[in-house]
């Protein structure tokens, strides 16, 4: 019994159609991977040097969002706005950006949507809306201050999101990648012809590099870092344009290189931080000055 033409149609229609929703919902499995968000409370801020407060706000048409406020110590040099790595939520991460308060900085800690007590679900999209809004809320309270930090995926967010806000004065980015392709082809080096398959192009901070100038751009990665290989942090080094530094740290994981060397680590971010303020102040002030004729 031969098939009619019209129905040889349909069926191939089905087919293509049956790909078609594989293909998207696998690259939506992919991309999915790249956050692991829980609840759990590692801590409740009572550990911390500085006591956290509790604050709240939202990207437009985004869900609530949950963060912690850390006052400074003594004289408020500026304000940090830290965005976390991709797993757990921000009462785990605080401890790695808590002795930015002893140096003077307040500090926003916020958890993308999903992430903590914040609502909704994660979405690439989302977690960089998510980051403007932090960036936003700090300004509000610190317009010609405000620093970003980020690690691992929190570095890439901090990038494109920084990008996006001329306002923020820099950007460090610690064990960070230059795309989501490239961090997922390092993990699955067999599979690397696959990946465009897979994992989706987008919000890469690679292609916010020029946006971000002039603005410096501070990129630390651990020479032995085993989750985000060190040569995707010198490829996002390399893309950059000046100004810009690159601190790779012998011995030094991935959680953050501030484990292996505590001292050295804040000396140079407070560094950075402290020529960034610096050089918008005296920017200020020279034009304000009469000019010479």
């Given at each position: 019994m031969r098939t009619s033409p019209t129905k040889l149609m349909v069926v191939i229609g089905l087919l293509l159609a049956a790909l078609a929703i594989g293909y998207v919902v696998l690259w939506s499995i992919a991309d999915s991977l790249f956050y692991y968000p829980n609840q759990n409370i590692y801590g409740t801020g009572e550990e911390l040097d500085s006591r956290p407060k509790d604050i709240a706000f939202a990207a437009p048409s985004g869900p609530r969002l949950h963060g912690w406020w850390l006052a400074p110590h003594g004289k408020h040099r500026g304000t940090v706005?830290?965005?976390?790595?991709?797993?757990?939520?921000?009462?785990?991460?605080?401890?790695?950006?808590?002795?930015?308060?002893?140096?003077?900085?307040?500090v926003l800690l916020f958890d993308y949507r999903g992430y903590g007590k914040s609502a909704g679900s994660p979405t690439r999209d989302g977690t960089v809306a998510d980051a403007i809004a932090a960036i936003d809320y700090a300004l509000t309270r610190d317009p010609n201050r405000t620093l970003v930090f980020g690690h691992s995926l929190g570095g890439a967010i901090a990038i494109v999101a920084s990008a996006q806000r001329p306002q923020v004065r820099a950007v460090v980015a610690e064990s960070t990648f230059p795309s989501y392709r490239a961090i997922a082809a390092s993990a699955a080096p067999a599979l690397g012809a696959l990946v465009p398959l897979f994992v989706s192009a987008g919000q890469d901070p690679v292609d916010h590099l020029a946006a971000l100038q002039p603005r410096p751009l501070f990129?630390?990665?651990?020479?032995?870092?085993?989750?985000?290989?060190?040569?995707?942090?010198?490829?996002?080094f390399e893309a950059a344009g000046e100004p810009k530094q690159l601190w790779v740290v012998p011995g030094a994981r991935h959680i953050t290189p501030w484990l292996k060397v505590p001292d050295e680590f804040e000396k140079r971010v407070d560094a950075f931080f402290s020529k960034a303020l610096r050089s918008k102040q005296e920017s200020e002030l020279r034009s304000k000055l009469p000019s010479k004729k």
């Open positions: 706005v830290y965005c976390h790595g991709n797993a757990a939520n921000l009462t785990l991460h605080a401890r790695y950006a808590d002795w930015l308060s002893k140096k003077g900085f307040a990129v630390i990665h651990g020479e032995d870092d085993h989750i985000v290989p060190v040569a995707l942090g010198r490829q996002l």
